[in-house]
Each structure stands twice: as C-alpha cells, then as structure tokens.
C-alpha cells in the first residue's frame, strides 16, 4: 500500500471517528464533514494526476465547489439553529418539534 493511499484511508477514517464519536456541537460535526471532503479532495487530485488524462483535471475542482457549498449551507444551518435554539448542541435538535 502506497503511503499516499494510506495518508488517505487514515485521514477519511478519522473524519468519520471523530463525526461518529464527538456529536456534542454542530460546529464539531461542520468540521469533521470538511476534513473527509478534505480528504477526498486530495484523493481525487492525486487519481487524476495518475491517470495523466486531461479529461479528469475538472473534477476535483466540482468536488472543491461542492465542498465550500456544503459548508455555506452548514454555516447558514448552524446560525439558524443557535438563533432559534439558543446553542449548537445537537442534543437539543430534534425533528418532531419543528
């Protein structure tokens, strides 16, 4: 196994870890969710450069504008929780009382 293959499966895991294990702030989760794109980022980056074909340059670039898109829409989410809840806690968020 390659080490950047490794630097990948490592970094994806503990991404999904530290979503999985530290669910106490919405913020928390916002930057856990960034490290795996993060991550897959630079997996596709890398994927492309081996394939050495022109035609897949562009797609590491969609997945870094979908990236900064999921992070508005996290932020946007984030905001409009505290406002209305009062924190970031993802206790205190549940969908039967919206």
């Known amino acids: 196994m390659s080490s950047s293959f490794f630097t ?5 895991t503990l991404g999904i870890m530290g979503l999985m294990l530290h669910r106490v702030h919405f913020l928390s989760a916002l930057l856990c969710l960034e490290g795996m794109m993060l991550s897959l980022f630079i997996a596709i980056s890398l994927w492309s450069v081996k394939a050495d074909t022109g035609s897949y340059f562009s797609i590491p670039m969609f997945l870094l504008t979908f990236s900064a898109c999921e992070a508005g829409v996290g932020l946007a989410l984030m905001v409009a929780t505290t406002r209305t809840h009062g924190t970031d806690h993802l206790k205190n ?3 039967l009382q919206c």
């Not at 990948?8 to 994806?12: E, R, V, Y």
């Open 8 to 12: 990948f499966i490592s970094t994806f």
């Open 93 to 95: 968020l549940n969908l």
